[in-house]
């Protein structure tokens, strides 16, 4: 099976990166939950939360680093990107997290963002050039491709954005049917009393 992987670092939004863990792993994913920077990381409402692993655990670091990137990248289904501005600002600094998620796309993995991190980071890094997607209103006006503007959830090829907080839901409800199609989210939406 696939690995899907979710990145957080201190400030990040609770309910963006809550909800589609939760959904996820309701739908029996694989999903890991990785600091950026620690294993226990504190929202931005001061929720403390204990990571599976942190991302120097993940990829390794020296030499190694780099080939064990390309290999996690190979295997990916999804990387998530929650908001915040603490949060996304981190991971748009994180090198080697901006390796993980270029190297996913490049391999045809899906590659997720909500709120801010869309555009700070894969805006940041390029990855939405040419790209349909939105954020949260007023930001990614500097890049060279424009967000769109009241659009709640895009899917644009690989790319799954969303605009915020308010907007979580529906973010998690579309992962879950680009990774597993129409009837599992039927499911998911009937066993949580969303239907």
């Given at each position: 099976?696939?690995?899907?992987?979710?990145?957080?670092?201190?400030?990040?939004?609770?309910?963006?990166?809550?909800?589609?863990?939760?959904?996820?792993?309701?739908?029996?994913?694989?999903?890991?939950?990785?600091?950026?920077?620690a294993?226990?990381?504190?929202?931005?409402?001061?929720?403390?939360?204990?990571?599976?692993?942190?991302?120097?655990?993940?990829?390794?670091?020296?030499?190694?680093?780099?080939?064990?990137?390309?290999?996690?990248?190979?295997?990916?289904?999804?990387?998530?990107?929650?908001?915040?501005?603490?949060?996304?600002?981190?991971?748009?600094?994180?090198?080697?997290?901006?390796?993980?998620?270029t190297?996913?796309?490049?391999?045809?993995?899906l590659?997720?963002?909500?709120?801010?991190?869309?555009?700070?980071?894969?805006?940041?890094?390029?990855?939405?050039?040419?790209k349909?997607?939105?954020c949260?209103?007023g930001?990614?006006?500097?890049?060279?491709?424009?967000?769109?503007?009241?659009?709640?959830?895009?899917?644009?090829g690989?790319?799954i954005?969303?605009?915020?907080?308010?907007a979580?839901e529906?973010?998690?409800f579309?992962?879950?049917?680009?990774?597993y199609?129409?009837?599992?989210?039927?499911?998911?939406?009937?066993?949580?009393?969303?239907?």
């Amino acid at each position: 099976m696939e690995k899907i992987f979710l990145f957080i670092a201190d400030g990040f939004e609770e309910v963006e990166a809550i909800t589609p863990l939760d959904y996820l792993r309701r739908c029996g994913a694989d999903l890991t939950l990785v600091g950026v920077g620690a294993k226990v990381i504190r929202s931005s409402r001061g929720l403390a939360v204990t990571c599976d692993i942190t991302l120097s655990e993940l990829i390794g670091e020296g030499a190694n680093a780099k080939k064990n990137v390309e290999q996690l990248a190979a295997g990916t289904a999804l990387a998530i990107l929650p908001g915040g501005l603490p949060n996304s600002r981190t991971l748009s600094k994180n090198a080697e997290l901006r390796s993980f998620i270029t190297e996913t796309a490049k391999h045809g993995g899906l590659v997720a963002a909500i709120c801010a991190a869309p555009a700070l980071a894969l805006g940041g890094w390029g990855l939405l050039e040419g790209k349909r997607f939105t954020c949260y209103p007023g930001m990614g006006e500097d890049l060279p491709t424009q967000p769109i503007k009241g659009a709640r959830v895009i899917r644009d090829g690989q790319f799954i954005t969303a605009c915020g907080a308010g907007a979580a839901e529906e973010f998690a409800f579309a992962l879950v049917d680009a990774l597993y199609g129409e009837k599992k989210l039927i499911e998911l939406k009937s066993s949580i009393a969303a239907l």
